[in-house]
C-alpha cells in the first residue's frame, strides 16, 4: 500500500513538473514585437512599386520574411493624427484629433473618446511585456511614461546645413496665414553616422544583446523621408539625374476638383509642380527622395541584421509602417496633404511566427488594423476599444479580400473611401469626387456625376463615418488656413 501510494505521488510530481514546465514554455516563448515607424515614405519601395528603379534591397529582404500590403491606407494623411490614430485604435472622426496634437495631450479629460484610452504599447506593457520606445513614434516621440524605457528622439529633422540649399520654407505663402515647411533637398551631411536615425539604430542594436526576464516591445520611429531631403552624397550617387523618372502628372488635373479639395490642396509655401518643371528642380526633388529611401533602407539592414544576430531573431514580430503617403509633384505639389491615391497610400508589412513568407496581399485595408492585428499575432486578448480589424486570417487564410476597405479623414467630415479598385471622396459641405482605378490610376477625371458609377457611389457612401466629432480642443494645424478656419467654425472657438 505504502508503495502504491508512493509510486501516485511521483506520478502526481512528474504531472506537475510537465504542466509547470508547458507553462514555463509557453510564457519564454511569447513573441516579441519590433514596431518600426518610417516618417512620411509613399509605396515607391521595390517590394510595391519600384518606382524609378529605386534601390531598396532591405525592404526586399523585410518582404520575404513576411506580408507586404501594396495597398495600405492611413487614416489621416498628416502625421499627428495618423499616429494619434494607430497608436489609440480609434478613427480621427471618432476622437475629434484632425490637427496636431502634444503627445500628452492626446489624453485628456476634456476628449470623452480618448480620456481613458489605453495606448498599444502600454497594452503590451499591462499584458506582461517590456517596452521601449526610441524616436519618432507618436507626433513627436512619445507621452510621458508610456514606454519603460525611452531613447528619446531628436528635437526637429536635422541635422541641418548653415543655410538651406534650395527652398526658403515660404515659396509663395503669406507669412502669418501660412505655415514655413522644412521641405529643402540636397546632400548632407557628409557621413550617416551624423544622422539621428543612425544613432536611432545603435541604440536598437544595443537592446537586441541584453537579456530580458520577459517579452519586449521595441518602437523605433525614422526620421527620413521627412523633409528636408538631406542625406549623405553616397546615396543621391545611387541615382544619375540622367535615369530618373517623374511621376505622372497632368497640369489641368485639378480643374475638376470641388472648392474644398482646392482649398485643402492649396499649399503656396511647398514647390508647385509647374514651377519645379521650369526650374529644373523635378528631377531633383525626386533624386532626394529616392536618396533618403535607400538611407532608411540601409538604417533598416542594419536592425534587421542586428535582430537576426541576436537571440531573438526566431521569435519576433516585426512590423513596419509609415504614417502617410506622400506625393512629388503628382496633383501640382509636393507634399502629403490630401485625400488621394498618392497621399493616403503607404507600406505596411508584417514578419515573424506563424505568417506567410515573400506573400503580397494588393486589397485595401487600413492602418487602424495595425493596433488589433498585433495584439492577435501575440497571442494577447482584444481591446474592446479597437475600432480597426485585425489583419491576421487575412494574411494566414485569405479571408476578407473581397469586402476589405479603407477610410481616410482630413478634418472634419471630409472622407475617402478605398475598396474594390475605387476612390469615393466626400467633403464637409457634401461635394465629391470619385475614381475608377483600373481605368484612372492617375485620379485624373472626377467620375462623380457620372451615372454609371452612381450604383457604387451609393455603396460607398454608406460606408461614410457616423461619427464625426469636433475638434478636440488640443488639436490644432496652423499650416493651412482650411483648418485653422474650420475649427473655429465648427467648435466655435477661436
Not at 175 to 187: E, F, K, L, N
Not at 336 to 343: F, I, Q, V
Not at 414 to 430: F, L, P, S, T, V
Amino acid at each position: 500500500m505504502k508503495k502504491a501510494q508512493l509510486l501516485l505521488l511521483l506520478a502526481l510530481v512528474f504531472i506537475f513538473s510537465c504542466n509547470n514546465e508547458k507553462k514555463k514554455e509557453v510564457k519564454e516563448t511569447k513573441p516579441n514585437v519590433l514596431f518600426i515607424a518610417v516618417d512620411d515614405l509613399n509605396n515607391w519601395i521595390s517590394p510595391i512599386d519600384n518606382f524609378s528603379n529605386v534601390k531598396t534591397p532591405n525592404f526586399d529582404r523585410l518582404a520575404k520574411m513576411g506580408v507586404t500590403f501594396t495597398n495600405a491606407h492611413v487614416q489621416a494623411p498628416l502625421c499627428g493624427p495618423s499616429r494619434a490614430s494607430l497608436m489609440t485604435g480609434l478613427r480621427p472622426s471618432t476622437t475629434g484629433i484632425y490637427g496636431m496634437t502634444p503627445d500628452n495631450e492626446i489624453r485628456h479629460d476634456g476628449n470623452p473618446a480618448t480620456k481613458d484610452i489605453t495606448f498599444l504599447p502600454e497594452y503590451f506593457e499591462q499584458n506582461g511585456y517590456h517596452t521601449m520606445g526610441i524616436g519618432k513614434l507618436f507626433h513627436i516621440h512619445a507621452p510621458d511614461s508610456v514606454f519603460n524605457e525611452s531613447g528619446g528622439r531628436v528635437k526637429g529633422f536635422g541635422p541641418y546645413p548653415k543655410e538651406r540649399i534650395v527652398w526658403d520654407g515660404f515659396g509663395k505663402g503669406i507669412r502669418g496665414t501660412h505655415g514655413r515647411t522644412s521641405t529643402d533637398w540636397g546632400a548632407f551631411p557628409e557621413q550617416d553616422s551624423l544622422m539621428p536615425d543612425h544613432q536611432s539604430v545603435n541604440w536598437v542594436t544595443e537592446r537586441l544583446q541584453r537579456n530580458y526576464d520577459k517579452p519586449f516591445f521595441m518602437g523605433l520611429g525614422f526620421l527620413r523621408v521627412h523633409v528636408p531631403l538631406y542625406v549623405p552624397q553616397k546615396w543621391f550617387d545611387l541615382y544619375p539625374l540622367e535615369d530618373i523618372q517623374t511621376p505622372p502628372y497632368k497640369s489641368d488635373d485639378l480643374n475638376d476638383i470641388p472648392p474644398v479639395g482646392m482649398q485643402i490642396n492649396d499649399l503656396p509655401m511647398m514647390p508647385s509642380t509647374e514651377w519645379a518643371k521650369e526650374s529644373g528642380e523635378w528631377k531633383k526633388i525626386v533624386q532626394a527622395y529616392l536618396a533618403c529611401i535607400s538611407y532608411v533602407d540601409y538604417e533598416l539592414g542594419r536592425v534587421l541584421d542586428a535582430l537576426e544576430n541576436s537571440k531573438y531573431g526566431d521569435n519576433t514580430i516585426v512590423v513596419l509602417w509609415s504614417d502617410h503617403g506622400y506625393r512629388l509633384g503628382e496633383k501640382g505639389t509636393f507634399a502629403k496633404h490630401a485625400l488621394w491615391e498618392t497621399a493616403t497610400k503607404a507600406p505596411l508589412m508584417f514578419a515573424g511566427p506563424n505568417l506567410p513568407k515573400g506573400k503580397k496581399i494588393n486589397a485595401p485595408v487600413e492602418m487602424l488594423s495595425l493596433y488589433p492585428t498585433l495584439l492577435e499575432l501575440s497571442g494577447l486578448p482584444e481591446y474592446e476599444r479597437n475600432e480597426g480589424n485585425s489583419l491576421v486570417s487575412m494574411m494566414q487564410n485569405d479571408e476578407g479580400l473581397s469586402e476589405s476597405k479603407a477610410i481616410t479623414t482630413f478634418g472634419m467630415n471630409n472622407h475617402a473611401i478605398k475598396m474594390n479598385g475605387y476612390r469615393y471622396i466626400q467633403y464637409e459641405d457634401g461635394k465629391e469626387e470619385f475614381y475608377d482605378h483600373r481605368s484612372d490610376p492617375n485620379e485624373w477625371t472626377n467620375e462623380a456625376e457620372n451615372p454609371k458609377y452612381k450604383t457604387q457611389i451609393e455603396k460607398m457612401k454608406g460606408f461614410l463615418p457616423k461619427v464625426n466629432s469636433k475638434w478636440d480642443s488640443e488639436s490644432n494645424y496652423t499650416f493651412q488656413p482650411y483648418f485653422v478656419e474650420q475649427k473655429k467654425r465648427v467648435n466655435g472657438t477661436e
